[in-house]
């Protein structure tokens, strides 16, 4: 019953801004480990921006920093990623994910320590 519902994607000129958004239903944000994906065509999905539901703990991808931003509102289940100067290199689908709670180290190392998955949103960035 557990899903996870990423929106807010979009089409963005370089510099601008996008807010995801991903609900998950089924859950409390006890102690998981929540995590933005993406991926670009003929790319390995990478992990972006991932945080601990429990205490917050973060990891942010080196070619993000500064510029994305993770939320949770627990009360809604909800976590956010706020997307400013984008560049074209973002163009990629974007992904929430959901797994009992790992470690800081390893929650975005690797897409494939991730159990449950959104359906995706697309965000372009083009002139």
């Known amino acids: 019953q557990l899903q996870l519902v990423e929106s807010g994607g979009g089409l963005v000129q370089p510099g601008g801004t996008l807010r995801l958004s991903c609900v998950a239903s089924g859950i409390t944000f006890a102690s998981y480990s929540i995590g933005w994906f993406r991926q670009a065509p003929g790319k390995e999905r990478e992990g972006v921006l991932c945080v601990r539901s429990s205490d917050g703990l973060q990891y942010s991808a080196d070619s993000v920093k500064g510029r994305f931003t993770i939320s949770i509102d627990i009360e809604r289940t909800t976590v956010y990623l706020q997307m400013n100067n984008l560049t074209p290199e973002d163009k990629a689908i974007y992904y929430c994910?959901?797994?009992?709670?790992?470690?800081?180290?390893?929650?975005?190392?690797?897409?494939?320590?991730?159990?449950?998955w959104g359906q995706g949103t697309q965000v372009t960035v083009s002139s």
């Open positions: 994910a959901l797994e009992p709670q790992l470690s800081v180290q390893t929650m975005c190392s690797t897409a494939s320590g991730y159990k449950y």
